[in-house]
């Protein structure tokens, strides 16, 4: 699993930690989901799974609290850089089996489908190489590969994963095949915008809120309502009110703070009567009062 970035998204900067320990259920972090749909693959294969996340110096890596049930998992700093994507997965994967499959997955996503048809299909079609693409034709961010191919990486030096060792492995005769996958594919989360989206689908829940005006109509007695998710170890305040919001572990929301189409990201903290809008706050982070102007509707001409 690939967690580093050359360059930071914009919902990495935000959070101010790794992407995969960002909530997307009551329950489960985007890592514990990974999780899941790995567990899911797991009789597919002969000798169990070995899960290595990869992240580089500028890049925090993940804190497993998910159950990993029998996956053996491990978090790695790149041993060397300037390897690029490519490079560092022929590093982790030296000494494997010519034979053996190893699955390249970019971390920062949401695994909306399971991956055993991925598998199923890889060993249908014989396939040196299978590249997943979502519904809609884009890049998902996955590729199952025979170890043997990575032999085309150099040992040292710099390669992409799809302009340079996929196009060396075309070249050299391999056999490469795409893979669609089913609805919603493997999501990108790299905006804000991108992940309450995405956290709208996977909890089936409504439509956004377009204004703060049907946000109070829509709010239920507690505070939050039912379009957010709030995670079992966040605290919401008597009178707090969220809204189109995710609140993740350990995070609080204090006594008359208004947050609306926000990531309340782990361990951040909304001070009291504080107004927090279309923002991502960060583990420590804290919004103070006087706000308020952030309220005024958006997007009225779409009601």
Known sequence: MLAGAQRASALLEGAGCSVLDLSVSPTHTVLGLWVQRLLG?????????EVRIIHDERTPGPIIEAETGDLRVTIRKES????????????????????????IVEAARLPGCPLLPLL?????????????ANPDRTPAGLILARADTLGLVPANGFM???????????????DIRTARLPEPGMVALRTREQFLEAVRRLNALADPL?????????????????????????TIAP?????????MEHAA????????????????????????TDAVVGPGAVHLKGAAQQ?????????
Request: glycine fraction near 8%; charged fraction near 25%.
């Open 253 to 276: 929301v204090a006594a008359g703070a208004v947050v609306v189409r926000t990531l309340v990201c782990p361990r951040a903290v909304v001070r009291p009567d504080s107004v927090v």
């Open 120 to 132: 199923e299909d890889h060993a249908r079609t014989g396939a040196a190489i299978s590249v997943a």
């Open 295 to 303: 309220l005024a509707p958006r997007n009225r001409e779409r009601r």
């Open 210 to 234: 377009e204004t703060v005006d049907e946000a109070a109509a829509a709010l239920e007695p507690g505070g939050a309502n039912r379009r957010s998710i709030l995670s079992r170890t966040a």
């Open 41 to 49: 693959i797991r009789p597919a294969s002969r000798d169990g799974l």
């Open 160 to 174: 992409d994963l799809k302009e340079q060792w996929l196009q060396r492995a075309l070249g050299a005769g391999y």
């Open 239 to 247: 009178g707090a009110v969220v809204v189109d919001s995710v609140v």
């Open 80 to 103: 060397r850089e300037f390897r690029g994507p490519a490079g560092i997965v022929k590093d982790e994967c030296a000494g494997l089996d010519p034979d053996a499959l190893v699955l």
